[in-house]
């Protein structure tokens, strides 16, 4: 794995403050912007484009042939959802090299379908899972153990076992949520994680990043952090799975009430999204929107005791 201080440009004192800023990582120096690292290391355009160019070079983000594309998508995974109807318009569950947005309204299920998949990335392939480890970035304070053991049971895991294998952690500002997904990396990078679950990745950018004057630099800053988890999707054959709350307001009626509030940087950069709205008692209904190669297709399942499952 390449440090800091082997790409060309960074000596000693420029890793430090590159590093007391927040730059940990080759891939997050490669998504930076040269006005980013100009202001954090104190240096020039020259420098700091150098920097970032050898970080690309080493992160390997330009181009590659078709056939290396072709060879990674072989080793796709796919991590079910626990209802097979929704596994089904997703083709096969939720994929690793990728991110995948779920949206919806308060309580439409993006909480609960984060937690089985923790629950199920650990089963075997033969029952839908890869044998691997959670990582779970709560932003609203939804993650509960109590959950995860009545899921657990709903398919047949070790209760002990299930709470092991899922790493929580809560992060309290924007800045804290980029650093956890950072922190994900290097343990992705150590041990068999497949899923690295963001609750909710908007929740925290729009508390802070609110009113008109702030959008641009809000939407900069997601932009930055959604392409860190699509390179540690890629990096890793991980799965990224991501919440996003939409509100069905009244002045919506006029316009799509389906847009997620990220708007249009969200919107054009995950992989796969998931519309998720409420119907009768604990049914729901998922929507793929947009998808490159899947019709947008709907699935019904239903939030059980004992977790997501198809309807009866
Ligand atoms: P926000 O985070 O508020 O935007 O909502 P969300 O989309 O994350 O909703 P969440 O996944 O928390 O879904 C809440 C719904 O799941 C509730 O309305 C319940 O119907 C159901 N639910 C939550 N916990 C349980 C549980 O322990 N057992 C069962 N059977 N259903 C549950
Ligand atoms: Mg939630």
Known sequence: MTGLEDLGGVGPAIAEKLRSAGYESVESLAVATTGELMEAAEVGTRIAAKVINSARDAAKMGYERASEVMERRKHLGHISTGSQSLDR??????????????????????????????????????????????????????????????MAKGVGLDLGQAL???????????????LLAEKAEEMAREGDVKLVVIDSLTSLFRTEYCGRGALAERQQKLGRHLAALHRLSELHDLAVFITNQVQSKPDAFFGDPTRPVGGHVLGHSATARIYLRKSKANTRVAKLVDHPGLPPESATFQIAEAGIRDLN
Do not use: W
């Not at 990335?121 to 033969?126: A, K, S």
């Not at 092991?164 to 309290?172: F, K």
């Open 164 to 178: 092991e294998n899922i790493y929580v952690a809560r992060a309290c500002t924007t800045d804290h949520q980029m």
């Open 89 to 150: 318009i997703i083709d096969g569950g939720i994929e690793t090299q990728g991110v995948t947005e779920v949206f919806g309204e308060f309580g439409s299920g993006k909480s609960q379908i984060s937690h089985q998949l923790c629950v199920n990335v650990q089963l075997p392939p033969e029952q839908g899972g890869l044998n691997g480890k959670a990582i779970y970035i709560d932003t609203e304070n939804t993650f509960r153990p109590e959950r995860i053991a009545q």
